[in-house]
């Protein structure tokens, strides 16, 4: 029952975090964005919803129409199982590998993507899908060296334990070039602005989700900003203190976000060699050091308590 309370809640939050994106982006491009639907526009993603769904669905002839049909299902579905290693002060979930848990649904969710730029028969799909795996795969590497150096303090794969860890200072402070570094690894890892080769509209079309339309689109862009969401709700546990139980961590939360938003609405697209220069020549070793610094750390404050 928690968990799809948990589950509603996750897709509610997405229908008004695409309504905000849309106010924002509105707001920096000094127009209104959705204002007529409902006060102030506030229906609007209900209506997307209902225009997408009810739609026709459109299939390639020549698609593999199995993998083309079941990919954006499977997309949405790791999105929001990603959501059950939120921890809860309940015993719901609390499971004590939860960031072993993240990684391992974070790679599958590659899967998807290939899955539906190869069965489109697209070669703008197929070339959408292969950046975004390869993009994926190199910003993983990071991803991963970064996240250990912050479990190297907390000594424990549970996010409950960067509650107890964060009750003084914030990790943020500590691993402040980290944190930034997280934070940009976590755009190319959910493929947004400035990393968005995926969709690349002005070469790719729309990217691997060319082919796609009403419903299948619809999941496949519900799972971006799951993704979206679910990366900004780690941001916040990581480095922002994880007090799960006060308003404050929603209002860090939406703060997050709204950063996802205002990176999209500020920045250009990158160069692809450069995102590939970023992520193995200088993303890698910074992150590869610092886990070595902190591993240092550890070990010299453990000797000390010893």
């Known amino acids: ?21 849309r106010k924002i982006l509105g707001y920096i491009q000094i127009r209104k964005g959705p204002n007529k639907v409902g006060i102030i526009g506030i229906l609007q993603p209900f209506g997307d919803a209902i225009k997408l769904f009810s739609k026709e669905s459109m299939y390639p002839l020549m698609s593999n129409f199995n993998s083309y049909y079941f990919s954006p299902i499977m997309n949405l579905f790791l999105a929001l199982f990603l959501w059950m290693v939120m921890p809860f002060v309940t015993i719901f979930f609390n499971f004590n590998f939860s960031f072993l848990f993240f990684l391992c649904v974070t790679s599958l969710g590659v899967y998807s993507v290939m899955m539906a730029g190869w069965s489109s028969n697209s070669n703008y799909s197929l070339l959408g899908g292969i950046r975004s795996v390869a993009q994926s795969i190199s910003y993983e590497v990071s991803l991963v060296l970064i996240l250990l150096s912050f479990l190297m303090l907390i000594s424990s794969f549970s996010m409950l334990k960067l509650k107890d860890y964060q009750f003084y200072i914030w990790f943020f402070f500590l691993f402040l070039p980290l944190s930034m570094m997280w934070f940009v690894s976590s755009l190319a890892e959910t493929n947004r602005t400035p990393f968005d080769f995926a969709e690349g509209e002005s070469e790719l079309v729309s990217g691997f989700n060319v082919e796609y339309s009403s419903g299948g689109f619809a999941l496949i862009f519900l799972a971006e900003y799951a993704s979206i969401l679910f990366m900004s709700m780690l941001c916040t546990m990581l480095f922002l203190g994880a007090d799960l139980i006060s308003f404050n961590f929603f209002l860090k939360l939406s703060l997050m976000s709204f950063l996802w938003i205002w990176v999209r609405g500020t920045l250009p697209r990158f160069r692809y060699d450069k995102l590939m220069y970023l992520a193995w020549k200088s993303f890698l070793p910074v992150s590869l050091n610092y886990f070595f610094f902190y591993v240092g750390l550890k070990l010299y404050i453990f000797s000390f308590l010893v």
Do not use: P
């Not at 029952?1 to 994106?21: D, H, N, P, Q, R």
């Open 1 to 21: 029952m928690s968990g799809l309370i948990l589950i509603i809640g996750v897709l509610i939050g997405l229908a008004f975090l695409t309504l905000l994106e």
